[in-house]
């Protein structure tokens, strides 16, 4: 395995839309979501694991989720967390990661990935990070994933590149989450790709991009260069992270900076967003009901997702197109095409019954 070579996992998220099971408590990276036997985040580890030095895979998390991680991650010492005492989306902690690692090893290469997806073609997934890898050794380059889309879907990025015979592409625009007739347009001009949130680059070209283009973000972390990887790193943190521009990777340097670079992928990937999305992905009876935990007689019913404790004994009758899910003393019925309305749910569930429960 190469030395230089590191993984950041985040895992910081809530995952509100997979509400009762995800809680700002427990979040949904946290809970084996596809009945396999492992967490999400226990998944996306091993992933890595098999190219990258188990010492060089970071996870990057909220300082109250610290004893779940390494609960989960039993090989992961204290030092491989980088611990948030603020939610400041993506861009300060991928900052806060490049200098940890620099202080280390300025020869390192990273690569962020998101510790809830599903990536079906493991093996290809980890040539396609292998290539990144390689491509971002020898070029000063910001590199991302990018998924080759399968509908029209708005919940999702979008990225467009610049048509050529190589495998790597230039990245000529980003779209965020687009309306339903600008997504059709996006697949029916071919050269639009759903955008991952998986990113590959040197720990040098990121450091300069930050530099360039979020400085004030960059002066105040560079401030702890002194402490990265010591003692005092922790104490630097809690006082200054929450000083930090609230602002995504994506809005404060990728849509900005001209060294941006895409592969187009083939893996069969999920962001697992969404009950919808889980659905998708599961097995399903000959009527399309998908289950989870529990065991479940089902009579005229067709195209559900039930999930419940292991072992509960479910009857669904006459339930067409519905989310059902128990977690303990909470239940959920709600049609899958207002799964988005679930964020809007735990608000209220939130007035009515209070924290203990969202």
């Not at 200098?99 to 599903?118: F, Q, R, T």
Request: net charge neutral.
């Amino acid at each position: 395995m190469n030395n230089n070579y590191y993984a950041i996992i985040m895992a910081g998220g809530v995952g509100s839309r997979f509400w009762p099971i995800s809680t700002q408590e427990f979040p949904k990276q946290f809970h084996d979501m596809l009945g396999t036997g492992n967490t999400l985040i226990q998944n996306t580890y091993q992933r890595f694991k098999s190219i990258i030095p188990s010492k060089n895979i970071l996870i990057a998390t909220n300082k109250k989720y610290e004893q779940l991680v390494l609960n989960q991650l039993p090989e992961v010492s204290s030092n491989q967390l980088l611990l948030e005492p603020a939610m400041r989306n993506t861009a300060p902690c991928i900052l806060y990661s490049a200098l940890k690692i620099n202080a280390e090893n300025p020869d390192g290469v990273m690569v962020i990935a998101p510790s809830d997806h599903w990536i079906e073609n493991e093996k290809e997934f980890l040539e396609n990070i292998a290539t990144a890898f390689n491509f971002c050794s020898k070029k000063e380059a910001l590199l991302t994933l990018g998924i080759q889309p399968t509908s029209p879907n708005t919940g999702y990025g979008y990225i467009k590149y610049k048509n050529s015979d190589k495998d790597i592409k230039t990245v000529e625009k980003f779209t965020e989450k687009p309306n339903l007739e600008t997504a059709e347009q996006f697949l029916k001009s071919g050269d639009y790709l759903w955008n991952a949130g998986i990113f590959i680059w040197s720990v040098k070209s990121i450091l300069k991009a930050f530099k360039t283009y979020l400085p004030e973000m960059f002066q105040l972390f560079s401030k702890g260069n002194c402490f990265y990887n010591t003692p005092d790193e922790a104490n630097f943190i809690k006082n200054n992270y929450a000083l930090s521009q609230n602002i995504s990777i994506d809005f404060g340097i990728m849509e900005k900076a001209s060294n941006v670079f895409i592969m187009p992928v083939n893996f069969d990937w999920n962001d697992l967003g969404t009950w919808g999305s889980l659905y998708s992905k599961l097995s399903k009876d000959e009527n399309k009901n998908a289950t989870v935990g529990g065991k479940v007689v089902f009579r005229n019913a067709h195209n559900n997702i039930v999930k419940t404790q292991n072992n509960k004994r479910v009857v669904i009758q006459g339930l067409n197109d519905y989310i059902v899910v128990e977690k303990e003393d909470v239940i959920l019925i709600c049609p899958k095409n207002k799964e988005q309305d679930i964020k809007e749910i735990t608000n209220e569930v939130q007035k009515a019954f209070g924290n203990k429960y969202v």
